[in-house]
């Protein structure tokens, strides 16, 4: 029942709150989301090859510009579905917060490095269409995905950014690749030269050790004792924080962002794709993560907020727009979209479901994806401020694919699954030397080991098929974990 003043709007999933209202509670989506969204970029933008970055400080700043338009737009199509008859619509109509996917990160980081980054963006438009079709055939391909597969993808996922996010936390890989190099020198008895020397320098400095550990500390204590927005906003209240400090220890040139627009429209096509077939195929598989990473999501929001399962229209519109917002974003020169986790657990807490609140937010996303300065400031952070906070988010990922095996249930069948899938699908893609032996077709799919691990689990999955047994084990570690949630 809708009070005088509208304030009830904002547990009802259509109509128009006051702005005094919706806005703030749209704005809290955008903090909690805000540096998550930019991450991927960043960590991207760190890799060096050969002593540089395999991206540019302007393509840099340009990504996180768009990656804020991207998100922006992508959560407006889910919220308000673009209809194609009557059966079929792109976006789910639910409260869904858009942002750029950590679950590419691993992939994306050693396709960038081998092929560059145009490569990567025409593989981000092409592999979509995986994402297209499994959103149009939701019902019959979900059985070949269960709890089991996804949460091994996971484990590996978060397994291979932890050592990311350490990296980061020291000084980023400019930093660590120059101290590998003076090392090196230092074996040979050869001079160091001096632009090696003054990068190695910082790689476990005190300034950037003191600087990660500050950001850490404050969100952790934000964590602990933070309550309402001081809660949320944990993670770009502690790089704010860091930033500053960075900043007093002389750690932060701002030449890029000063020499930036103020207002800036985003071009299309600015970072030109080009399209390879090696790059586009281990891509594919990352897509069938994704789109069950959302599928995930959307069940979590309508459970927790109408008490419900999300319908196979909801969920096929969602996993749809998921694709087709990737192939927007890597068109306007960045990386791909996906369903924020973080966003349906505000949902889930405050049962706030209005989409006009959170259509708000998503215009702020827009509107600073127009004005470059705000991504040039962001570009500028120091690599030690953003592994603060990526360090624990990393870790969180893989602790989000041990819950799903948890879910699963620990069977011998199971047990027996995931043996297979990290004794053969991680430890040997693990291995690149063994990997460079093995024939064509075998060397693609263990080239990357989070392809791997989803090839292995599902084929694991399809020759070892649940017994009743199996699943009543799920079913009872289920309503066990129900159980202790209301406690």
């Known amino acids: 029942m809708e009070t005088k003043n509208g304030k009830d709007l904002i547990y009802q999933l259509e109509g128009r709150p006051p702005l005094g209202l919706a806005f703030p509670l749209g704005l809290q989506h955008v903090l909690s989301m805000f540096i998550g969204n930019l991450a991927p970029v960043l960590v991207l933008a760190g890799i060096v090859v050969d002593g540089s970055t395999v991206i540019t400080a ?39 917060v858009m942002g750029t996917a950590f679950a590419f990160v691993p992939t994306m980081r050693t396709l960038v490095t081998e092929y560059g980054i145009n490569a990567l963006l025409g593989a981000i438009i092409v592999a979509s269409l995986v994402e297209v079709i499994m959103g149009l055939f939701i019902k019959p391909l979900k059985k070949f995905f269960p709890p089991i597969v996804i949460g091994a993808v996971l484990i590996t996922i978060g397994l291979h950014l932890l050592p990311v996010g350490v990296q980061y936390f020291a000084g980023g890989a400019g930093a660590e690749a120059n101290a590998a190099l003076e090392a090196g020198f230092t074996a040979r008895g050869e001079p160091i030269p001096a632009n090696v020397a003054a990068m190695a320098a910082q790689y476990a400095s005190w300034q950037n050790l003191l600087t990660g550990g500050t950001v850490f500390v404050v969100i952790m204590c934000l964590q602990r004792f933070g309550r309402g927005m001081f809660k ?32 800036s429209v985003p071009v299309p096509l600015s970072i030109r794709p080009t399209f390879s077939l090696e790059v586009i195929l281990p891509l594919a598989f990352i897509y069938v993560v994704s789109g069950l990473e959302t599928m995930g999501n959307i069940n979590g929001i309508t459970m927790a907020a109408f008490d419900r399962e999300a319908t196979i229209k909801e969920t096929s519109g969602a996993v749809v727009a998921d694709a087709a917002g990737s192939m927007f974003a890597a068109v306007f020169n960045t990386l791909p979209n996906t369903a924020f986790g973080q966003n349906a657990g505000i949902v889930a807490m405050t049962k706030v479901v209005n989409k006009w609140c959170i259509a708000l937010g998503a215009l702020v996303l827009i509107i ?75 060397g693609w799919v263990f080239k990357d080991t989070t392809v791997a691990v989803c090839v292995i689990s599902v084929l694991g999955n399809l020759v070892f098929p649940a017994s009743d047994a199996d699943r009543s084990l799920a079913q009872k570690v289920q309503k066990e974990a129900a159980a202790e949630d209301l406690k």
Request: charge should be positive; proline fraction near 3%; charged fraction near 10%.
């Open 368 to 442: 600073t994806g127009f004005i470059p300065k705000i991504g040039a400031v962001f570009a500028a952070m120091p690599s030690s401020v953003l592994g603060g906070a990526v360090i624990t988010v990393f870790a969180m990922i893989m602790l989000n694919g041990i819950k799903l095996l948890a879910k699963a249930g620990f069977s011998d069948r199971n047990l027996l699954i995931l043996a297979i899938t990290f004794g053969v699908g991680f430890a040997i893609g693990d291995n690149k030397l063994l990997v460079s032996h093995l024939p064509a077709a075998l």
């Open 58 to 96: 302007a393509q840099k700043v340009l990504m996180v510009q768009c990656a804020m338009f991207a998100s922006g737009m992508t959560t407006l199509v889910q919220l308000y579905p673009l209809r194609l008859g009557r059966s079929f619509q792109i976006g789910a109509g639910l409260p869904i």
């Open 232 to 263: 949320i906003s944990a993670i770009l209240i502690g790089i704010v924080v860091g930033y500053i400090l960075s900043i007093i220890l002389g750690q932060v040139d701002f030449t890029q962002a000063a020499a930036a627009k103020i207002i």
